[in-house]
């Protein structure tokens, strides 16, 4: 198998690459003077499998386009299969038309990569809020892996929490909280979240609820896919403080971090936050290289 990084992952390319025993690809990507992009494909992929990593990340359409270049030239080039890797899915969020006339974002972006020649697809802790299964976005094999058990398990064995508790923001982080709960040998719970969004904003109101949870003198774990504006978090950690919290820490998949999110949640005092490589950050301590290599052995 091939592993080629588009710029939004080079690193994290070459880390599963190493995982797997191979080298990453060599890959050509730069700007014409008017900021076209540039691509050229230094390998020989005719008849190979390629993993082509590129992360939907800060800039998501400048790197779904790049990613679709890509794409179409490994298809053009013979490779025999191309499994699309994007760790943080962008658009996964707008999978609904809230108000009429919006774009089905993350319906139209699966059908832009499959048309670019994607066999197969593998994604991370994707946002399925309302569709359950990423089998629902894409047409062709697709994978929702999880970093939340390493998340966990950094959690165990680094901030090791005292009487810990795993706390959900909301219904979908349910799960999180209990993989991550699993790996501390702890119990957890959901918060319930309400999110207005009123028709013409792209920001929304929120109202979180803690139901009658016992958190008083407890370190608490905050488990979520996305921290992209931090409202979420920072509700959470307030909501967790009023019930008597000891510390609380957060763990993440993807830190998106928009709008100086970090200094927020810091600010809302917490005595640490974890993300993953899915996103490049000041935070992303936890790889998911291992997730993604231990899923293209097993021939997604
Ligand atoms: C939404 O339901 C997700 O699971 C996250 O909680 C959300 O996307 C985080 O966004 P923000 O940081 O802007 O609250």
Same mark, same amino acid.
């Given at each position: 198998m091939i592993v080629l990084g588009g710029s939004a992952s080079t690193d994290l390319a070459n880390k599963v690459a190493k995982e797997l025993g191979e080298k990453t690809g060599q890959i050509e990507i730069k700007r014409f003077p008017d900021g076209e992009k540039y691509i050229r494909v230094h390998e020989d992929v005719k008849g190979q499998d390629v993993a082509l990593i590129q992360s939907l990340y800060r800039t998501p359409d400048d790197y779904a386009f790049e990613y679709l270049l890509i794409a179409d030239t490994l298809r053009d080039m013979g490779a025999?299969? %191309? %499994? @699309?890797? $994007?760790p943080y899915l962008a658009?996964?969020?707008? !999978?609904?038309?809230?108000?009429? @006339?919006? #774009?089905l974002s993350s319906a139209a972006v699966a059908k832009m990569f499959e048309a670019a020649g994607t066999t197969s697809l593998l994604t991370i !802790?994707?946002?399925?809020?309302?569709? @359950? !299964?990423?089998g629902k976005v894409f047409k062709i094999p697709a994978k929702n892996l999880s970093a939340m058990q390493r998340l966990g398990q950094y959690a165990r064995d $680094?901030?090791?929490?005292?009487?810990p508790i795993v706390v959900g923001p909301d219904e979908e982080a349910e799960q999180w909280a209990g993989t991550v709960a699993k790996e501390l040998d702890a119990e957890h719970t959901a918060f319930t979240k309400k999110r207005i969004r009123k028709e013409g904003e792209t920001e929304s109101k929120l109202e979180m609820d803690t139901g009658d949870v016992e958190l008083q003198g407890r370190d608490v774990v905050i488990a979520d896919d996305i921290i992209s504006t931090g409202g979420t978090i920072i509700q959470a950690v307030k909501a967790s403080k009023r019930k008597g919290a000891r510390r609380i820490f957060v763990l993440c998949t993807?830190?998106?971090? #928009?709008?100086a999110a970090l200094n927020k949640i810091k600010a809302a005092g917490i005595a640490k936050v974890i993300g993953t490589d899915t996103i490049p950050s000041p %935070?992303? $301590?936890?790889?998911v290289a291992p997730v993604i290599a231990a899923a293209l052995k097993t021939g997604q």
């Open positions: 025999a299969k %191309i %499994i @699309g890797v $994007t658009y996964a969020r707008q !999978d609904s038309r809230f108000y009429p @006339g919006e #774009a !802790d994707c946002h399925l809020h309302r569709l @359950g !299964d990423v $680094t901030l090791k929490p005292k009487n993807h830190p998106v971090l #928009a709008n %935070i992303s $301590t936890v790889s």
